[in-house]
């Protein structure tokens, strides 16, 4: 799970979207998450565990809702991400990956007044990087 974590670190970095120290990031309670390894990539990168002890977790209710959507969207039987049984592991890893995309490129999200998470987090970087055109601008400030 540690090399998952590095390479989505590792790629924001070198699409100029960072992540800051401080993130929380947000897992659940497996053994996989709560390892000393992974908890030394988290420390190491600057990262907050979610999930500490038992009784000590932090609000999970975002990380949850997502989780929700994501069984009601790719894993239900009647789902457009789903073409039949998921018989294999990379059945299972084609629906994921193909939701995600999906999920942060094509889905709008009322939260993010009807924008894409794309879509929301590059006028995020535009805005304090200061190469937002003027017209979005103008929009944004409203």
């Known amino acids: 799970m540690e090399q998952c974590l590095k390479m989505a670190l590792w790629r924001r970095k070198h699409t100029n979207r960072p992540v800051g120290k401080g993130l929380l990031h947000h897992s659940d309670a497996g053994s996989q998450y709560t390892s000393i390894r992974y908890t030394d990539t988290l420390e190491i990168e600057g990262l907050i565990p979610?999930?500490?002890s038992?009784?000590?977790a932090y609000d999970h209710a975002a990380a949850e809702t997502v989780m929700g959507l994501f069984k009601?969207?790719?894993?239900?039987?009647?789902?457009p991400f789903r073409n039949g049984a998921l018989k294999t592991e990379s059945?299972?890893?084609?629906?994921?990956?193909e939701w995600v995309h999906w999920?942060?490129?094509?889905?709008?999200?009322?939260?993010?007044?009807?924008?894409t998470p794309e879509?929301?987090?590059?006028?995020?970087?535009?805005?304090?990087?200061g190469s937002l055109p003027d017209a979005a601008a103008h929009k944004t400030a409203t």
């Open 50 to 52: 979610s999930t500490g």
């Open 54 to 56: 038992v009784g000590d």
């Open 72 to 79: 009601n969207e790719a894993v239900a039987k009647d789902s």
């Open 91 to 97: 059945d299972v890893v084609d629906v994921v990956f």
């Open 103 to 115: 999920y942060n490129n094509d889905r709008l999200h009322s939260s993010l007044d009807h924008q």
């Open 119 to 129: 879509e929301f987090e590059q006028t995020y970087y535009d805005e304090i990087s």
